[in-house]
């Protein structure tokens, strides 16, 4: 008889929580997700209308669960290609139902459940039946993690005997997901902060090129253009953070020079102030620039490349010496003498106010003459004026490096070491390093021996007689350096190495 009472009220127990849970179905459905009170301890009895245990509540809410999932169609056998469940996955039907489970799991407050949230848990299905299309080939730890994660983000909704069980591998699964998400936004900010990189660099060749004003600006308006897109692109995905390290980057790119010339000071600076005095080759670059420009200016119509160039030269090297915006207008016609005179003047004043006092007459006396020959030769004039600006940066360059070498050659490692670890954080460089991989592991199989355990504990005398072996290797390579992927804790190097 106690049997059978007991048998009976477990029946009716059962019953009466299955139509329970299919009442709490029917209205959880017709709820609006975002009307959720993590606070309303009351709710199992306000969903139904009627009193619920806890048993029941706990089956309700697990038995809606498996009907969201079922009605999203995310589980679905028949979703087998991956372009099919990507169009599942952004359904808005597909999307509601996401945050109708996140509801019922109680795993978000209010602000919590957003479609953000959503798409986070829509992932699990996309990594655990497509991870081939999403994972990495390689596949290293962090990519392991997530896969098992997802896998068992999926095996506790469809499976899993409590809520708990579920909400633990949510917790789980959008850590994990967060930490892989922000590593592939990392990558992505990385690549972004090279082509901003990239792009500055091709504005400083473009400016080299010393084109004429129109191409010039054409030019920078899509550069500018880029770069815009780029930093905005960078704060959608990191936020201001990542955009002061990309202007950063951009800033430090526009410093290359400098910072070659410190490695130059460093490593020879005799050297360096031979090379600048040594003007032979600039001379005949000169002298060829010049019969261009005669024969240019005697064609009809006239051409005017030759004179943007030389303009653009000019201005350069005096902005160069002076850090001053240098205002130069460009020569639009030959018979504009007075133009013309005014270029020569404006230059010349430039010029004396970098000199030392004592070269003003040489100056006044060298003006006055071009000022009367340029209506007849303003050829002539013209590369008399930029073999002048020349000069004056080839003085103040080597007078800078004569007084700033003793400073560089004590604290110039220092420097260069500052600089190569700002530019791995700032992505300038990939902090993976593949090239210096690459070239230090061809050069392996030509050393006699090799003290692995001494290299692989950092050993100095290890790792110093190994690297010297590898530059060695770089010198008496027959192939050209320059056509090999350049190291990059070489690429200051390029130069030296390819001349010796």
């Not at 790792?463 to 992927?485: G, N, Q, T, Y």
Request: aromatic letters at 4%; a negative charge; glycine letters at 4%.
């Amino acid at each position: 008889m106690l049997e059978g009472n007991s048998s009976g009220g477990s029946v009716n127990n059962e019953e009466n929580a299955s139509r329970t849970a299919c009442k709490a179905q029917r209205k959880l459905f017709s709820d609006p997700p975002a009307v959720v009170s993590a606070d309303d301890s009351n709710r199992d009895a306000d969903i139904t209308g009627e009193p619920m245990d806890a048993e029941g509540a706990e089956f309700a809410r697990l038995a809606a669960v498996r009907i969201f999932l079922n009605s999203s169609g995310v589980g679905s056998r028949t979703v087998q290609e991956f372009d099919h469940m990507t169009t599942t996955l952004r359904s808005k039907k597909t999307i509601l139902n996401a945050l109708r489970t996140l509801r019922v799991l109680e795993c978000k407050n209010d602000d919590g459940i957003t479609p953000a949230a959503a798409r986070v848990l829509l992932s699990a299905f996309m990594v655990s039946r497509f991870s081939e299309h999403v994972l990495d080939p390689r596949r290293d730890a962090l990519d392991m993690n997530v896969l098992r994660c997802s896998r068992w983000m999926i095996c506790a909704l469809y499976h899993g005997k409590t809520l708990d069980s579920i909400r633990r591998a949510w917790t789980v699964w959008s850590a994990c997901f967060t930490e892989w998400k922000s590593r592939d936004a990392e990558k992505i900010i990385r690549a972004m902060i090279q082509d901003a990189v990239a792009t500055e660099a091709l504005r400083d060749s473009i400016i080299a090129k010393h084109m004429s004003e129109e191409e010039y600006q054409q030019w920078n308006v899509e550069l500018d253009g880029k770069l815009q897109k780029i930093q905005e692109a960078v704060k959608r995905i990191g936020g201001d953070a990542a955009v002061a390290r990309l202007q950063s980057a951009v800033s430090g790119a526009k410093l290359s020079l400098n910072e070659g010339l410190v490695h130059e000071m460093m490593l020879d600076v005799n050297g360096l102030v031979e090379k600048l005095d040594n003007g032979k080759s600039r001379e005949r670059e000169f002298q060829e620039l010049e019969r261009t420009l005669r024969d240019e200016l005697g064609s009809q119509p006239t051409l005017f490349a030759s004179m943007r160039k030389i303009e653009g030269e000019i201005k350069n090297d005096l902005e160069t010496i002076s850090g001053q915006v240098v205002n130069i207008e460009p020569i639009r016609s030959i018979h504009d003498i007075d133009k013309l005179q005014q270029l020569v003047r404006e230059a010349s004043a430039y010029i004396k106010t970098l000199h030392e006092p004592i070269e003003d007459s040489n100056i006044d006396m060298w003006l006055s003459g071009a000022l009367e020959e340029i209506a007849f030769n303003p050829a002539t004039v013209v590369m008399g004026l930029r073999r002048k600006v020349f000069q004056l940066r080839q003085r103040v360059s080597k007078a800078n490096i004569l007084a700033l070498a003793p400073t560089i050659q004590i604290n110039g490692v220092q420097y260069e070491s500052s600089r190569f670890q700002e530019k791995l954080k700032n992505g300038e460089i990939d902090p993976e390093l593949p090239n210096t991989k690459q070239w230090l592991a061809s050069c392996i199989p030509s050393m006699s021996s090799i003290d692995e355990q001494g290299i692989r504990r950092g050993k100095h005398s290890s790792c110093e007689r190994f690297l010297k072996h590898c530059i060695v290797e770089v010198v008496d390579s027959s192939d050209s350096f320059a056509l090999s992927p350049v190291p990059e804790v070489l690429r200051l190097d390029v130069e030296r190495v390819s001349l010796s």
